[in-house]
């Protein structure tokens, strides 16, 4: 692994969204190979072993939980994987251990679910997909969820919505980590101009 002095990881486990961990990567990625920050961006799953998502891609990280490093920035993906690990205890202390030691930690789509669970979210603003809602609500009753974001950002925590909201998110954080130009450079290069033709 490289020594880069801004790292951020992208969590990934059994039955993630493929679109909520190559979106955000994608555009993290983009981001560092043209950013004079040099930021490195790395995937990680709780033993360093290969994940199968959602609909069937399988991915192979860069390391495991305990050997990824320090990070700057985390984020944790949604899918139906993230019910399981809503209530896994090993996941939930990791996330809290993660919290203490990451300067910002970031969700998409019901990743989200796991922060709550975790406690991360507690009388805080949030968002998640939008057929989560009432799950994340029944998770913590004091989070204040934003039912039409596309992303919220809570200063060290930021959540998004669904799947394809976590591009938006990301672009986001380069917008914060570097700056709004850098942001439309990489949002340009991957003609990401969301036009829906349906």
């Given amino acids: ?21 190559v979106g955000p990567y994608d555009v993290l990625a983009s981001w560092a190979a043209h950013s004079a920050l040099r930021p490195e961006v790395v995937t990680f799953s709780a033993d360093g072993s290969g994940v199968r998502c959602a ?8 390391a495991s939980r ?25 996941h939930l202390a990791w996330v809290r251990e993660a919290r203490r030691e990451t300067a910002l930690m970031t969700s998409v789509c019901t990743g ?20 989560a809602v009432d799950e994340l609500a029944e998770l913590d009753p004091s989070v204040l969820v ?6 919220v950002d ?9 799947v394809s909201a976590g591009i938006d998110m990301a ?3 380069v917008a914060r980590l570097e700056s709004p130009d850098a942001a439309r450079a990489v949002r340009r290069g991957i003609q990401y101009d969301p036009a829906p033709p349906v």
């Fill in 1 to 21: 692994m490289g020594t880069g002095l801004l790292r951020v990881g992208i969590v990934v486990f059994d039955d993630a969204e493929e679109l909520d961990v």
């Fill in 66 to 90: 305990d050997d990824v490093g320090p990070l700057h920035v985390i984020v944790h993906p949604g899918g139906r994987g993230t019910r399981a690990l809503a209530r896994d205890p090993e």
């Fill in 146 to 151: 934003d039912t039409e974001a596309r992303f």
């Fill in 112 to 131: 989200a679910l796991v922060y709550a669970a975790a406690g991360l979210l507690a009388g805080r603003p949030a968002t998640t997909h939008w057929a």
């Fill in 154 to 162: 809570d200063g060290d925590v930021v959540t998004s919505a669904g």
């Fill in 171 to 173: 672009l986001h954080l």
């Fill in 55 to 62: 609909k069937g891609l399988r991915l192979v990280p860069d």
